[in-house]
Structures are given as structure tokens and as C-alpha cells.
């Protein structure tokens, strides 16, 4: 039992980085990077890299923009993301409640 519940966690959000990335952006509509960056205190080249994976697994949408002179990139969790996202919390909370 307890390894079918295993089976169905998403190891794209197995690092805290990205759990704390996709618990973000599925409660907000979008996020800038730096924005990000602060509330989870991670570094640039770390927070890079695990946008990077989650857009790539089609979990995160990259939105690049100029506000005056100045790039600004923003993103937000697609609905694939969303859906991926609380199918994992769910397999966790039954994991928990099995224990």
C-alpha cells in the first residue's frame, strides 16, 4: 500500500526549492524572479535551475517583459503545473494518514 502511495509522488517537486516555487505560484497568478528569489531565499543561479526544470516539465510559464528600460521576467504555474502540483500534495497527505 504504502508503495503505491510512493509511486504517486511527482519527483519534480521532490527538492524544497521547487516545492516552494509551485506552493507560490499556485496560490498567486504570477511571481517575478527576484520576487521569488526573496521569499525563498535562494540564490540566482539555484532558483534558474529549477525554473528552468519546471518549465521544461511544462509546470511553469515564462512570461519576459521591459517595464521602462529594465527586463522583467515573471512566472506563473500553467494548469498542467496546477494539476500536477495537487496530485502531489494529495499522495503526500494520504502517505501522512497512512503512517
Known amino acids: 500500500m504504502k508503495n503505491d502511495l510512493l509511486a504517486q509522488f511527482?519527483?519534480?517537486?521532490?527538492?524544497?526549492?521547487?516545492?516552494?516555487i509551485m506552493s507560490v505560484l499556485?496560490?498567486?497568478d504570477s511571481m517575478s524572479f527576484n520576487a521569488l528569489k526573496e521569499l525563498l531565499?535562494?540564490?540566482?543561479?539555484?532558483?534558474?535551475?529549477?525554473?528552468?526544470?519546471?518549465?521544461?516539465?511544462?509546470?511553469?510559464?515564462?512570461q519576459k517583459q521591459f517595464i521602462g528600460?529594465?527586463?522583467?521576467?515573471?512566472?506563473?504555474?500553467?494548469?498542467p503545473g496546477q494539476q500536477a502540483f495537487t496530485d502531489h500534495l494529495s499522495a503526500?497527505?494520504?502517505f501522512?494518514?497512512?503512517m
Open 96 to 98: 501522512i494518514r497512512t
Open 41 to 62: 531565499g535562494l540564490t540566482d543561479g539555484n532558483l534558474a535551475t529549477h525554473l528552468r526544470a519546471l518549465e521544461e516539465s511544462g509546470y511553469v510559464a515564462v
Open 69 to 79: 528600460r529594465k527586463p522583467n521576467t515573471t512566472y506563473s504555474a500553467t494548469q
Open 92 to 94: 503526500l497527505e494520504e
Open 10 to 20: 511527482n519527483k519534480a517537486f521532490e527538492s524544497k526549492a521547487r516545492l516552494g
Open 26 to 28: 499556485v496560490v498567486n
